[in-house]
Nanobody, 124 residues
Framework: QVQLVESGGGLVQAGDSLRLSCAASGSTFSSYTMGWFRQAPGKEREFVVWIRQSGITYNADSVKGRFTISRDNAKNTVYLQMNSLKPEDTAGYYC??????????????????WGQGTQVTVSS
């Protein structure tokens, strides 16, 4: 079992930056692919970025060049640095952990554990 707790969301203006954190507890954090997804009101949950156990990362096109994922295995924490935020980035952001079902890592169904989410609101 893995428990995930996100933090760091808030209300910011367009162009600002935020850093989200996801603290994990329970099992061997370093063995999991960690991902961030987001869901805006009335829309489906969408993939944002993942980081593999090796440290390799992959971003959705919509956030490429603006968002960066990193992990600190010693602290059992994954981070999402979000720069140049846009109003369309407004959503609930969810941290996820996956291992045995992970393929491309782009679908929420590949992940086993989820956090409760943290809200990010970007005003224009």
């Amino acid at each position: 079992q893995v428990q995930l707790v996100e933090s760091g969301g808030g209300l910011v203006q367009a162009g600002d930056s935020l850093r989200l954190s996801c603290a994990a507890s329970g099992s061997t954090f370093s063995s999991y692919t960690m991902g961030w997804f987001r869901q805006a009101p009335g829309k489906e949950r969408e993939f944002v970025v993942w980081i593999r156990q090796s440290g390799i990362t992959y971003n959705a096109d919509s956030v490429k060049g603006r968002f960066t994922i990193s992990r600190d295995n010693a602290k059992n924490t994954v981070y999402l640095q979000m720069n140049s935020l846009k109003p369309e980035d407004t959503a609930g952001y969810y941290c996820a952990a996956g291992k045995s079902r992970i393929g491309l890592g782009l679908s929420e169904h590949e992940y086993d554990y989820w956090g409760q989410g943290t809200q990010v609101t970007v005003s224009s």
